[in-house]
């Protein structure tokens, strides 16, 4: 029996790399669809038929996510980085004057602590200590409850109810 339907755009060559690679880019699965050129439910399709695809997104998603916390754990926690400056030196050669050239040398500077790396990450990663709470506490005097609100309107409703019948 044939089946049924339009041919895949599936190629267990093209598609498992190319999906790996977009993870990796930080790429959505909405956007993924959209660079496949496929619609978001074809992807979703293919996640569960192509487990080689599915592997490719998981383990592209994994090491992207894990490379991105690195980062801010080193940007919440201060780090030091090593750079390579050119400097200009001059010197004097055979007495005949002065002579520039240009060295490499490496130097090593020191980034600090990142405030919004580290609200970020203890807002995440602790929510019930660092949330944002907003508590409001609202008392209004000689306020009443709000059974015995209900009542009082349900009075004035009879009342009135029985002046139009008299």
Request: proline share 5%; net charge neutral; glycine share 4%.
């Amino acid at each position: 029996m044939a089946k049924i339907g339009r041919p895949t755009k599936y190629n267990e060559d093209y598609h498992p790399k190319t999906a790996l690679k977009l993870s990796l880019a930080g790429f959505t699965d909405d956007q993924m669809a959209d660079f496949f050129e496929i619609n978001p439910d074809t992807l979703y399709e293919w996640k569960k038929r192509y487990p080689a695809f599915s592997e490719a997104l998981k383990n592209g998603k994994a090491v992207a996510d894990a490379n991105v916390a690195s980062t801010l754990y080193q940007r919440a926690m201060g780090t030091t980085k090593k750079i390579k400056k050119a400097i200009k030196i001059r010197e004097q050669k055979n007495g005949e004057g002065m002579v520039e050239k240009i060295e490499h040398v490496e130097d090593e500077i020191y980034i600090p602590p990142d405030v919004t790396a580290i609200i970020f990450w203890l807002k995440n990663r602790q929510p019930r200590i660092w949330r944002d709470r907003v508590e409001q506490e609202t008392t209004i005097k000689g306020s009443i409850s709000p059974d015995k609100w209900i009542r009082e309107m349900l009075d004035e409703v009879e009342d009135k109810d029985t002046e139009t019948v008299r």
